[in-house]
């Protein structure tokens, strides 16, 4: 349940920090992604270089970076992550997120999260006891905080009794089992999703191919997201060099037709998202054999023909239509005005416009989301947070028509 996940580790100023590298260790090990933040504290007990080192990410410390806040700012580190892990969970940090204090980055990027954070208090027995700190776990766990721990036995300063940070295995335990109880119960849980990614490879020839530039980011990731959600997803998706998700079957194609076939394969789905950028042509007559150049001849003429339109023939069925269907809509100019157009064409349910003059393959996206009752434009996000906030609004929508 871990592969693939997105970890944000806030590492506090405990002595039970020694155990994050073998904890980053074992995460890693299961195909989780982690990524660190180090408190100043925290900086006394491991170092970032040894933190970086075994998750293969920068590790962030200081709010005020400027490159750090135009790259990766607080918003974006909680935003980007599946959930965040408070290890260890000092009395300090625990106190200061109760009162809502936001003096350095780790406690800026909790205020700001959107996600499930979950704590593994560390600290001394006495500490672990006394009335403020018992006070302080009452408001986080009633505002939905996961608590691990903490364990009793031999403390760091000698004492004996609870205040031990759970033990790593613990903790990827603890962890899987979040993750595996949000599939089971998460808002789109019993509900069935097909999502279209990448390109599509319209052959000339064995050799050539009539192409475009997509890379697959952004379908990959709203299935991926829909998954989180508890769905259960189908990804068919052209050539791309992007990982596959989690939880999620997927079926590898090549042309328009291929994906067409796969799409009405899967039958009866409770949503389509048509992320793909699919080839509007493919060459009437491929050639079985490579086509020479000959020196002195004019080029091969290639005679294209119409590919069949996904989009439209999943809204227009007439049987075992989605009960919501989400087209994509590459625009490099009057992106509204374009968007809206194809949604009224094409028969879809809502039609998510971006701009892609700028190219294909970068990590954000600037996207419109078209409706019925018009457009909301979002800002600039990671492509991963537009998939989030996609599925969440996909989510409300099923749940709406239920």
Partial sequence: MLENRHILLIVSGGIAAVKVPDLIRRLRERGAMVRCILTKAGEQFVTPMSLAALSGEKVFQDLFSLTDENDMGHINLSREADIILVAPATANIMAKMAYGIADDLATTALLAADK?????????VMMWNHAATQSNLKTLQDRGIEVVGPGAGDLACGEIGDGRMAEVAGLVSALSTFFQTRKESGPLSGCS??????????????VRYIANRSSGKQGHAIAAALARLGAKVTLVTGPTQEPNPSGVTVVAVETAQQMLGACIATKQTDVAVCAAAVSDWRVAQASDAKLKKVSGDPPPALRLKENPDILATLSQAKTNRPRLVVGFAAETENVIKNGTAKRAKKGCDWIVAND????????????HVITGQGSDSWPTLS????AELLALQIARHIKQTL
Avoid: C, Q
């Fill in 116 to 124: 499930t954070v979950m704590i593994a208090p560390s600290m001394n």
């Fill in 193 to 206: 999703a097909l999502v279209t990614s990448g390109p599509t490879h319209e052959p000339i020839d064995p």
């Fill in 356 to 367: 892609v003059s700028a190219g294909f393959g970068a990590d954000t996206n600037t996207v």
């Fill in 383 to 386: 492509k991963k947070a537009v």
